[in-house]
């Protein structure tokens, strides 16, 4: 049985979020898992498009690509969102 906090919280984003926030979402994880807010960045048919000119950070997502696609899905997941972010590309 879902708690009331969970049925709020998914009723919260089927209303207001949808598709817009997975945008949101997703950098708000990238931006973390870099410690850099200044990544450029789009999402354009479930790929994440990263543009940076720091070349350790395109180093770091590349090699810990894996990760960072499962760190983004699951928070996509935990907010009920049923798209996935499938790719990233630089």
Known sequence: MESFKDMVRKTFAQK??????????GIKVVQDFFSDKNIEWFIRFNTL???????????K?????????KKINEKLENLWYTQKITDIRF
Not at 49 to 59: N, R, S
Not at 61 to 69: G, I, P, R, S
């Open 49 to 59: 498009y990263i543009k940076t000119q720091k070349q350790d950070t395109k180093i």
């Open 16 to 25: 207001y979020m949808w598709k817009r926030m997975i945008w949101t979402i």
């Open 61 to 69: 997502a590349y090699t810990q690509k894996n990760e960072l696609l």
